[in-house]
């Protein structure tokens, strides 16, 4: 885990109160791919942030335990699921007895790993039978002005997804852990929010906070006026595309 993936904790209730959820969908897709309902599934929901996942995966009946290595994160986590056990610590090296997981989830985490490490850990505590799941949410790349939007963001900051590895997911897996059989798809969705939460968002991404509120404060403000043309009534269409991979234990 990285200083750059701990920025987030410089802006943990910005991230709470901002980012966006997932469809349900996604976790349908889950299910699907590791043929049991989540009902009583003993999941582990690593890089859990303030919870975003963690809470819906607790309202399909999993038996969640969160691991956060961010103190900031983990806060806003324990305000907002009091009741969900919360674990400090990384993927790399979960403290967790062997075979005692049902389910091991990343969202919008794993990327943040060393899969050398994180995939080999993963597999140790998987019972047989067990499932490995990595979903990130992203900016739909079909729909023209949020192709448009990252193309202005990877001008305007270095390294912009520099750590993105969504789509090699599956081959990673495949070459470090091929016993987890990885299986992927992409599914598609939206929200429609007032502009000020949609600038909220992109505050939230490790890119700004990594680079601190003053200097992030003028590409914002640049930003918001770009987005501005695009929906003039200050109401944001933001669309995603949900790149799930999901490789079960055998």
């Given amino acids: 885990m990285t200083d750059f993936a701990l920025s987030f904790d410089t802006v943990a209730a910005q991230y709470a109160d901002a980012r966006p959820g997932y469809p ?45 290595p961010g103190p900031g994160m983990g806060a806003q986590f324990g ?42 850990e993963a597999s140790r505590v998987l019972a047989p039978g067990g499932a490995l799941a990595l979903w990130w949410n992203f900016p739909d790349p079909a729909v023209d002005w949020c192709a448009e939007q990252e193309r202005r963001l990877k001008r305007t900051l270095p390294g912009y997804h520099a750590r993105g590895i969504a789509p090699e997911a599956p081959a990673i897996i495949a070459r470090i852990a091929p016993e987890l059989r990885p299986v992927q798809r992409q599914l598609h969705w939206s929200r429609r929010v007032p502009l000020d939460l949609h600038m909220a968002h992109l505050g939230s991404r490790s890119y700004f ?13 640049r930003e918001r006026a770009e987005v501005l043309r695009t929906f003039p009534d200050a109401m944001v269409e933001e669309a995603f595309a949900v790149d799930l991979t999901v490789g079960v234990r055998s």
């Fill in 79 to 120: 305000a907002g699921l009091p009741d969900v056990p919360l674990v400090r610590a990384v993927g790399d090296a979960l403290p967790f007895a062997d075979g005692t997981a049902d389910l091991i989830t990343y969202a919008q985490a794993w990327h943040w790993t060393e899969p050398e490490r994180s995939l080999p």
């Fill in 24 to 68: 349900p969908e996604l976790l349908d897709a889950v299910e699907e791919f590791i043929g049991r309902p989540l009902l009583g599934a003993r999941t582990l929901d690593v890089g859990a942030g303030t919870g975003i996942a963690t809470r819906l995966l607790a309202g399909r009946g999993a038996r969640v335990v969160a691991v956060e």
């Fill in 209 to 221: 906070a990594a680079i601190g509120p003053e200097a992030a404060a003028p590409l914002l403000a």
